[in-house]
């Protein structure tokens, strides 16, 4: 399967030679073996054109000598195609789009129109898209009414049903308008004059389609869980419908089919994915790579407002990779930080085959790309292998550090006594602002197993200790931020290719709509959550004495305990002033 890049010349107008004039410019990407329906969807969302209210027509001129051919139906697609493949460059056989009103005989207003196959109810002069939609919605207009019907003749342009009731007087006819696929409701009879019995006793099951139709509300959200068992219960209370288990599943195949299309589709779908994606969305970048055969292999997404926003983050960077759920399984790699309201920010996602060398080190290269490399940046993320060594490739000399949440996890595995007491004094150890306290700790912890120690010292104090990091990894003491990402995408990992990169998009666009709107209401020099941590060492400041050595060094009494503070330096004895980038309590003592 190939693909085929066209150019869209539109917004122009027609001169009596045949030629198309004063046209705008823009392309999409299609496959070669397109139908008309898809060939109009991506014409329409690329122009943005609304084919509820418009009618797209498609023209393009062979040669000089010829009158422009129109493509109209699947056949005229074919011949394109064909056409096109001997020509692949960009510019050849451009198709011309024009975009008109439907005419008066398709009569087409917000009374009358039929956009869906679900419609509220069935009126005469309603309009649908084409017979297969009419059929879909008199299925369902029959499930809702909990009546019966039979097709009493079908064709390429009528549709005509009737009750199955003997001598009823129900009927529904339908036909195509002109030359349209679009169907027109041209009859309908509601009132039944058959016995309850008929209906009763000639009971037919509905299609998959059909009872998918009505519960297609229930998955939109993919957080959403709802069984098969959950179909037959409200298909049983609601419409006196009562399925088996494997109808109720077969709805439910052809539900997220319909919503989420094949898998193997929704890779198919990528290029042209993307490709729109960067159209659309000026300072996305997105990377595609492919193994030798042509077959997908990883794809790479950073979206603008993160990378504009990365140059106000302190640049520590959290990496995790986790499963996908669909059928073909995969990873989402990701990489996040934290913004400047001490939230999340999420700075590119990608999905690989598996976390191995060569994916973690084509992750990391895209990164570099597009984030480049700033003084005294680092990376956290669990143990993986993978990921050092990515790192050591791609940022040469750029210290990594473990999330200390995982290297307990490994401790509580390997040595089995005194957990309680080990997993206070290692968390209070790993997050010690000072030598001293660290020492301290170690100590104690070398006296309930030296052994965990020894396990410490041979991964290296600096992974995971605050006070020996060879860069200052502030807060960040944990992978919790690329975790948190994991759970918030928990069931939309179960989706498509093509619709989990749409899903992670669009979460991302709310979070940054939810952010600017947070930002307008904050009237301090800070986010809210490095306010208050200011805010709260200001109260701790209150007790505390202060002795002036000089303009800028003080000396601060806490009890029995003295910390010299150096404000021009922005230091203080106790560590937490450098280490957490924010004044301490005795920092702001001095500024009373």
């Given at each position: 399967?190939a693909?085929i890049?066209?150019?869209l010349?539109?917004?122009?107008?027609?001169?009596?030679?045949?030629?198309?004039?004063?046209f705008?410019?823009?392309?999409?990407v299609?496959?070669?073996?397109?139908?008309y329906?898809?060939?109009?969807?991506t014409i329409?969302?690329?122009?943005?054109?609304?084919t509820?209210e418009?009618?797209?027509e498609?023209?393009?001129i062979?040669?000089?000598?010829c009158?422009?051919m129109?493509?109209?139906n699947a056949?005229?697609?074919?011949?394109?195609m064909?056409?096109?493949?001997e020509?692949?460059?960009?510019?050849s056989?451009?198709?011309c789009?024009t975009?008109r009103d439907?005419?008066?005989?398709?009569?087409?207003?917000?009374?009358?129109?039929?956009?869906?196959?679900?419609?509220?109810?069935i009126?005469v002069?309603?309009?649908?898209?084409?017979?297969?939609?009419?059929?879909?919605?008199m299925?369902?207009?029959?499930?809702?009414?909990?009546?019966?019907?039979?097709?009493k003749?079908s064709?390429?342009?009528?549709y005509?049903?009737i009750?199955?009731?003997?001598?009823?007087?129900?009927?529904?006819?339908?036909t195509?308008i002109?030359?349209?696929?679009?169907?027109?409701v041209?009859?309908?009879?509601k009132q039944?004059?058959?016995?309850?019995?008929?209906?009763t006793f000639?009971?037919?099951?509905p299609?998959a389609m059909v009872?998918?139709?009505?519960v297609i509300?229930?998955?939109?959200?993919?957080?959403?869980?709802y069984?098969?068992?959950d179909?037959?219960?409200?298909?049983?209370?609601?419409h006196d419908?009562?399925?088996t288990?494997?109808?109720?599943w077969r709805?439910?195949?052809?539900?997220?089919?319909?919503?989420?299309?094949?898998?193997?589709?929704?890779?198919?779908?990528?290029?042209?994915?993307?490709?729109?994606?960067?159209k659309?969305?000026?300072g996305?970048?997105?990377?595609?790579k492919?193994?030798?055969?042509?077959?997908?292999?990883?794809v790479?997404?950073?979206i603008?407002t993160s990378i504009?926003?990365w140059?106000?983050?302190?640049?520590v960077?959290?990496v995790?990779g986790t499963?996908?759920?669909?059928?073909y399984r995969?990873?989402?790699?990701?990489?996040?930080?934290m913004?400047?309201?001490?939230?999340?920010?999420?700075?590119?996602?990608?999905?690989?085959d598996?976390?191995?060398?060569?994916?973690w080190?084509?992750?990391?290269?895209q990164?570099?790309l597009?984030?480049?490399e700033?003084?005294?940046?680092c990376?956290i993320?669990d143990?993986n292998d993978?990921?050092?060594k990515?790192?050591?490739?791609?940022?040469?000399?750029?210290?990594?550090?473990?999330c200390m949440?995982?290297?307990w996890?490994?401790?509580?595995?390997?040595?089995?006594k005194?957990h309680?007491?080990?997993?206070?004094?290692?968390?209070?150890?790993?997050r010690?602002y000072?030598l001293?306290?660290?020492?301290?700790?170690m100590s104690?912890?070398?006296?309930?197993?030296?052994?965990?120690?020894?396990?410490?010292?041979d991964?290296?104090?600096?992974?995971?200790?605050?006070?020996?990091a060879?860069?200052?990894?502030?807060?960040?003491?944990t992978s919790?931020k690329a975790e948190?990402l994991?759970?918030?995408?928990?069931?939309?990992?179960e989706?498509?290719?093509?619709?989990?990169l749409?899903?992670?998009?669009?979460?991302?666009?709310?979070?940054?709509?939810?952010?600017?709107?947070?930002?307008?209401?904050?009237?301090?020099?800070?986010?809210?959550?490095?306010?208050?941590?200011?805010?709260?060492?200001?109260t701790?400041?209150?007790k505390?004495?202060?002795r002036?050595?000089?303009?800028?060094?003080h000396?601060?009494?806490d009890?029995v305990?003295r910390?010299?503070?150096c404000?021009?330096?922005?230091?203080?004895s106790?560590?937490?002033?450098?280490?957490d980038?924010l004044p301490?309590?005795?920092?702001l003592a001095?500024l009373r």
């Amino acid at each position: 399967m190939a693909k085929i890049p066209i150019m869209l010349q539109s917004n122009g107008n027609w001169d009596s030679y045949g030629r198309f004039r004063e046209f705008e410019v823009d392309g999409i990407v299609v496959d070669d073996d397109a139908t008309y329906s898809l060939l109009i969807f991506t014409i329409a969302q690329q122009l943005r054109i609304d084919t509820s209210e418009k009618i797209i027509e498609i023209k393009y001129i062979v040669n000089e000598h010829c009158p422009p051919m129109e493509i109209r139906n699947a056949m005229g697609v074919r011949v394109y195609m064909e056409t096109k493949k001997e020509n692949k460059n960009l510019g050849s056989y451009s198709l011309c789009i024009t975009v008109r009103d439907f005419n008066m005989e398709l009569s087409i207003t917000n009374k009358n129109t039929a956009a869906d196959s679900t419609p509220s109810s069935i009126e005469v002069g309603q309009v649908y898209q084409d017979k297969e939609t009419i059929a879909t919605a008199m299925k369902h207009y029959s499930v809702m009414h909990q009546f019966q019907f039979r097709v009493k003749r079908s064709s390429a342009r009528s549709y005509w049903l009737i009750c199955v009731g003997e001598n009823c007087t129900w009927h529904f006819k339908a036909t195509s308008i002109n030359d349209f696929a679009m169907f027109k409701v041209r009859n309908l009879d509601k009132q039944h004059t058959c016995s309850l019995m008929d209906n009763t006793f000639i009971q037919r099951k509905p299609t998959a389609m059909v009872v998918g139709s009505i519960v297609i509300p229930k998955y939109f959200d993919p957080k959403i869980i709802y069984t098969p068992k959950d179909i037959q219960f409200d298909m049983l209370s609601e419409h006196d419908m009562n399925l088996t288990y494997m109808q109720a599943w077969r709805a439910k195949e052809k539900t997220l089919q319909f919503l989420r299309s094949h898998p193997a589709d929704s890779y198919n779908k990528l290029p042209s994915y993307l490709y729109i994606l960067e159209k659309t969305y000026p300072g996305f970048v997105v990377k595609l790579k492919k193994a030798d055969d042509d077959c997908f292999l990883y794809v790479f997404v950073a979206i603008y407002t993160s990378i504009s926003g990365w140059e106000y983050c302190r640049p520590v960077v959290v990496v995790d990779g986790t499963f996908l759920k669909s059928a073909y399984r995969g990873i989402i790699l990701t990489a996040s930080t934290m913004d400047t309201t001490g939230t999340i920010l999420p700075l590119a996602y990608a999905v690989v085959d598996s976390e191995n060398d060569a994916s973690w080190k084509w992750f990391f290269e895209q990164f570099k790309l597009v984030y480049g490399e700033r003084a005294n940046m680092c990376v956290i993320s669990d143990r993986n292998d993978s990921i050092l060594k990515a790192t050591s490739i791609v940022y040469p000399g750029m210290p990594h550090y473990s999330c200390m949440w995982h290297i307990w996890t490994n401790i509580r595995v390997k040595f089995k006594k005194g957990h309680l007491k080990l997993s206070e004094l290692y968390f209070a150890m790993a997050r010690s602002y000072t030598l001293d306290e660290f020492n301290e700790r170690m100590s104690k912890i070398e006296d309930i197993d030296p052994r965990v120690k020894a396990y410490l010292y041979d991964i290296g104090y600096h992974r995971w200790s605050r006070v020996l990091a060879i860069v200052n990894r502030t807060w960040t003491m944990t992978s919790n931020k690329a975790e948190s990402l994991n759970v918030i995408t928990k069931y939309a990992r179960e989706l498509p290719i093509v619709e989990l990169l749409e899903y992670m998009r669009t979460l991302l666009e709310r979070w940054t709509k939810e952010k600017l709107l947070k930002a307008k209401g904050t009237f301090t020099y800070l986010g809210y959550k490095f306010n208050k941590e200011l805010y709260d060492n200001k109260t701790l400041s209150h007790k505390l004495r202060v002795r002036a050595s000089t303009d800028y060094i003080h000396t601060v009494i806490d009890g029995v305990r003295r910390y010299i503070i150096c404000l021009e330096n922005k230091k203080c004895s106790c560590g937490q002033f450098q280490l957490d980038e924010l004044p301490c309590p005795h920092a702001l003592a001095t500024l009373r």
